[in-house]
């Protein structure tokens, strides 16, 4: 039994020693300042930046601005008092659908994410 507790002893002064290590925290900070300084060499591409906003934020945006030069060309051809809001309506009805559509996307690219 002493050798026993005199191994426990030597694994507790091993394990002070290490939480204790006075240069543990200049480490990470230079790991993390390192990891820092990489990604700040990288350069910026539009398209992986593009391609970081979720689906959920991408189509509608997409779909508002499409729905406003429909409804402007839409109104500018049929000559009608009603035109601006059948317009109108149409890009609301859209949007609404590519936020489900952009959802649906957003959950399918996290499912492949957590699969892997």
């Known amino acids: ?31 993390n300042s390192s990891v820092k300084e990489k990604r700040m060499q990288k350069p910026i591409s539009l398209k992986e930046d593009l391609g970081k906003i979720p689906y959920s934020v991408k189509l509608p945006i997409l779909v508002f601005m499409l729905g406003v030069i429909g409804t402007i060309i839409f109104s500018s051809l049929w000559v009608s008092p009603y035109s601006l809001y059948v317009g109108a309506g149409a890009t609301v009805v859209a949007i609404i659908f590519s936020v489900v559509f952009g959802n649906a996307l957003d959950l399918r690219d996290d499912i492949k994410k957590h699969l892997k």
């Open 1 to 31: 039994m002493p050798e026993s507790e005199s191994e426990r002893l030597k694994r507790l002064r091993e394990k002070q020693l290490t939480t204790r290590d006075p240069l543990a925290h200049e480490r990470k900070f230079q790991r």
